[in-house]
């Protein structure tokens, strides 16, 4: 199975995002970049290099629908004669604007964000999705955990490997254990896990971080000997990046809960704050840092350090 990573550009502030080409039938783009002319060009650019013509592609296959990963999807397949497009359901990304939805305005208001505050990133996102093209129905097809994306020289598996996002799946190749993460894994940095409502009951939120490790630990199972992510470098060592990940992890949870006081008690928005100050007011910086702090303080509860209780419409996590 050949393989070409192509390096496309994006305008945000962790650069480019890995595309890779699978140089067998179907010709397959596994992610293709965000909406913008520059990323467009090189994409076009970059296979014509690697022998490949757009309109060859016959499948695109989404890690997840982030814009830097998904934005180019419907031009993709349009210019290719509809090209399919695979996409776990628990993904939206694809389908309207992150934020957009009424339950991510309920949700950020019980983690105590400022209506202010949610007004300002919503509005910081509205603009961020212009980066992707919205599929319809019919547009695209479902990835399942378990199921083979069929090649002429073999198959990749499809892993569902929740936490960066609900639906972000990773790919597999079981013949020489080779793994293709999105950004389920990545070289010189933490996964941020994403503020999300469940996919079952949009009232909830999702719990990132908890699926976030199993999703590692799945992973580790596997024993991949070679993992490409959607940023940076590949991975030949995930044991060293896993434990790494683990040793950030405890050390973040063991922040979020000694920013606690145990009388007054804190919500995800005033953690946030402690643990993150230089992120706040700062645009799509200030939602990773809520992302972060809820997803710890979930994390926390569930594993029993603190405990959770409604006040004034708010959640208030207080220590045990």
Known sequence: MKIIPLA????FYIGDVNVYL?????????????????????????LRASGVALEDIRRIVLT??????????????????????????????????RLAREEYKNLMLSAGVPLEVFDEIQKIYADVSLLT??????????????????????SLKVLHTPGHTPGSCSFFREANRTLFAGDCVLKRITPNPMFAPDPFDAAKRFKSLAEFLVSLARIRALAPTLIYGGHGEPIFDFDEVFH?????????????????????????????????PEAIGKGVHQFL????AVAHLDYAESQGKIAVEIKEGAEIYRKL
Not at 68 to 75: E, F, I, N, P, V
Request: charged content about 35%; aromatic content about 6%.
């Open 133 to 154: 093209d919205k599929l319809n129905e019919g547009e695209f097809s479902a990835l399942e955990d378990e199921m083979e994306l069929e090649f002429a020289s073999g």
């Open 64 to 97: 997840h629908a982030h814009e830097d990963h998904c934005g180019l999807a419907k031009q993709v397949r349009e210019a290719a004669k509809d090209a399919e497009i695979f996409v776990h359901n628990w993904e939206t990304g694809h389908l309207f604007g």
């Open 22 to 46: 699978i140089k067998e039938e179907p010709l397959t783009l596994i992610d293709v970049g965000p909406k913008t002319e520059e990323a467009a060009n090189v994409l076009r650019e970059k």
């Open 8 to 11: 496309i550009p994006t305008p």
């Open 289 to 292: 840092a809520i992302s972060e």
């Open 244 to 276: 790494r990940y683990v040793r950030a992890i405890d050390e973040r949870q063991k922040d979020t809960v000694d920013s606690i006081e145990k009388t007054s008690g804190a919500s995800a928005w005033e953690t946030a704050k402690k643990l993150f």
